[in-house]
């Protein structure tokens, strides 16, 4: 056996920490030195490999036979029995009965090659992802302020010097452990601020003098932020030079915040009067940075309440300075690059609406068909996950595990049996896989070419530093196969450099361009922060904004009067990580020494709420409401609030929070309900 090895990055999380990895015979991977990681990885990163030689790697394609069973085929019958499905549905109910589902964790290659096979070999609008439940509202805020949607609009480095961080809603020391270094310094002064209704392992980081925790009642980030503001402008905080110069709609947004004073956003929100006039004093004294994360954005007031961080920011003057900014942690590894290639239901490549003629006739340009052909702008992915088994009667799914991810998950499961033809890509038989029709084997992280862009803006290489096993194919070779198999028009190169290539020139001139860039001059290692014509931009709002007049867009928003948010309970769940598991689990939960480490969820509840319910620790509890159960043993805990619980959502069947999370959403950006949802908790009366 001879020994190959690849410089990489780490399959999971948008930090994308570099890694080399090393096969020879088995495999293994280090920690690389990197400007996000500087060389450190968390568990799963370090176990990443273990992924690759599961014994539960799918090796061939699967087909549903008669007796309900999938059994092993040849590539070729399972390639022709879907392009049969699609090109049956298309004939019977239209192009729009075909479907893709796409994912945040799919390469740039990938997400832009599904993209195109959506628009031009199926001729379908129905397209969208699974980043529709991560990062949607910020985009939606980021895009509305700024003109422009880049997670973090700076280097990470740059918050190594911060004096404060105000992190809302994101559990970094959970998520993305080797982030917390450029935490260091404001922690060192006393700066670090965390939201969270819990005392998670990121707001423990606060303490001993460390910072604060503002232990917000959830659901109501959207007021402690308008609280905030209001504090900035009463107290004379504001940066009015800034707020004069680069940004318009200040007025509306000083008299949207003139009714937030301290003491009502202390009833709301339940963070002492105190704590909210000091954090405000800190974040106006200099070298400050607001992060948000999942937890305020995963609401149906998600647009809303990023958009408060985005005026708070801009209103204390931090956005496009050297030392202060604002800006949103990107979770999924290619969260980032996943959403500006084309695979969201209303955008092009470059980050283009579809629904822009210039953008179509470019785009149509580079693959070669008539824009006339392009279909409109389709559904975003609850609704496109609504129209399964009624106007959807092919859905294809690559890179996503919707039984578990998606809000309301029985309902989903139900929708996708009802399909006359469900297709899933994936490397392990997921629990979405399990209820295919066929199931395509493809390859892994490390056994392919390809670029990824992580919470920065920053492209980088993937890189193949191993074969994957015999019967896998990379999803490039699997589009272009179909799209062979429906004579569909333009060209469909399996080769990720030259699918690179084309991706760069449908971006050109787009927000998110990439006109610049190739696998060559990646693999340089030269820095590239879109956009990317012929230089890096690793600040692009140093020099102004993206909206034509160069200007911030402060937006006024309202926080609607608390409503019971369904019949639910008299607890509010909350859901969030685990260290050792990722997302909906179908990697992680498979890694021996994470799974080992978390094997179930837990459910987190305060000792004076437990004791009411008559629950002790690690007691079998049953969560409900009127979507339905889940069982998980009790953690009995003081750090989550006694109105509150907490589940991981990285869990399936019996245990699957997001059998309890509603399908609501954000009237903006479709981002539903993740994160405030009513509950009964009682023993379980099952055991
Ligand atoms: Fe991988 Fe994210 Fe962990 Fe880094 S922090 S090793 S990218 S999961």
Redesign the pocket.
């Known amino acids: 056996m001879t020994m190959s090895s690849a410089d990489t990055?780490?399959?999971?999380?948008?930090?994308?920490?570099a890694?080399t990895v090393i096969h020879d015979g088995s495999t293994t991977v280090a920690?690389r030195d990197f400007p996000?990681?500087r060389g450190?990885?968390?568990?799963?990163?370090?176990t990443?490999a273990e992924l690759l030689a599961s014994p539960q790697r799918l090796g061939m394609p699967l087909t549903r036979r008669p007796d309900g069973t999938l059994a092993e085929t040849t590539w070729d019958e399972a390639l022709d029995a879907v392009a049969a499905a699609f090109r049956d549905t298309k004939a019977a109910h239209g192009a729009d009965a075909n479907a893709i589902f796409g994912g945040g964790g799919l390469t740039n290659e990938k997400a832009y090659q599904l993209g195109k096979f959506a628009r031009v070999a199926l001729g379908t609008s129905r397209i969208d992802y699974n980043g529709r439940f991560c990062m949607s509202s910020a985009a939606a805020a980021s895009n509305r302020a700024f003109g422009m949607d880049r997670g973090l609009p700076f280097p990470v480095t740059d918050l190594d010097d911060a004096r404060t961080i105000l992190l809302l809603g994101s559990n970094v020391a959970a998520?993305?452990?080797?982030?917390l270094a450029h935490l260091a310094g404001a922690r060192a002064n006393g700066g670090l601020m965390v939201v969270d209704p819990r005392r998670s392992a990121t707001a423990r980081l606060t303490e001993d003098g460390a910072g604060t925790h503002l232990q917000a009642a959830p659901g109501t980030d959207l007021p402690l932020l308008l609280g905030l503001t209001h504090i900035v402008i009463a107290e004379g905080l504001a940066d009015r030079a800034y707020i004069e110069e680069r940004t318009t709609g200040f007025d509306a947004v000083r008299r949207s915040v003139a009714a937030w004073w301290p003491e009502r956003t202390s009833t709301t929100t339940g963070v002492p009067v105190a704590q909210l006039r000091e954090t405000a004093r800190r974040l106006a004294a200099g070298r400050t940075y607001i992060l948000t994360g999942r937890g305020v954005e995963q609401h149906v007031d998600g647009t809303a309440t990023a958009t408060a961080a985005i005026n708070l920011a801009l209103v204390l003057g931090l956005v496009g300075r050297e030392d202060s900014g604002y800006g949103t942690l990107t979770g999924q590894?290619n969260g980032q690059g996943g959403r500006e290639h084309g695979q969201k239901a209303d955008q092009l490549p470059g980050y283009r609406s579809i629904r822009d003629p210039e953008a179509r006739r470019h785009v149509a340009g580079v693959w070669g068909v008539d824009h006339d052909d392009l279909p409109d702008a389709g559904i975003p992915a609850t609704a496109l996950l609504g129209e399964l088994g009624g106007p959807v009667k092919t859905l294809l799914v690559a890179g996503s595990n919707v039984v578990v991810s998606a809000p309301d998950v029985e309902a989903v499961r139900a929708r996708l049996e009802a399909l006359d033809t469900l297709i899933v890509c994936d490397f392990f038989l997921s629990e979405t896989a399990e209820l295919a029709d066929i199931v395509l084997p493809v390859l892994q992280w490390a056994e392919e070419e390809g670029t990824m862009t992580s919470l920065e803006g920053r492209v980088i290489r993937r890189r193949q530093a191993l074969p994957g096993p015999d019967g896998a194919r990379s999803e490039l070779w699997i589009m272009a196969e179909i799209a062979r198999r429906l004579g569909a028009a333009s060209t469909w190169s399996t080769n990720p450099a030259e699918v690179f290539d084309e991706l760069a020139r449908a971006s050109e001139g787009g927000i998110a361009d990439y006109s610049g860039l190739s696998h060559a001059l990646l693999d340089t290692g030269i820095e590239a922060y879109w956009p990317y014509r012929s230089e890096s931009t690793p600040r692009p709002f140093a020099e102004g904004f993206a909206h034509a007049d160069g200007l911030a867009r402060l937006v006024p928003v309202e926080a609607a009067p608390p409503t019971p948010t369904d019949r639910g309970g008299d607890l509010t769940l909350v859901t969030g990580r685990y260290l050792q598991q990722?997302q909906s689990g179908t990697q992680t939960r498979r890694v021996s020494e994470l799974n080992g480490a978390r094997p179930e969820a837990q459910l987190e509840i305060h000792p004076a709420t437990a004791s009411r319910l008559g629950i002790r620790e690690g007691a079998l509890v049953a969560v409900s409401n009127e979507r339905g159960t889940v069982r998980a043993r009790a953690s009995v805990t003081t750090d989550i609030r006694h109105d509150t619980v907490f589940l991981p959502f990285h869990y399936a069947g019996d245990e699957c929070a997001n059998r309890l999370t509603e399908a609501r959403v954000d009237p903006t950006s479709a981002m539903p309900e993740f994160k405030r949802t009513r509950v009964t908790v009682a023993l379980d009366a099952t055991v």
């Open positions: 990055h780490c399959p999971y999380c948008a930090l994308q920490c890694m920690g996000t990681n450190g990885l968390c568990a799963k990163g370090w990443s998520t993305m452990p080797p982030f590894g990722y």
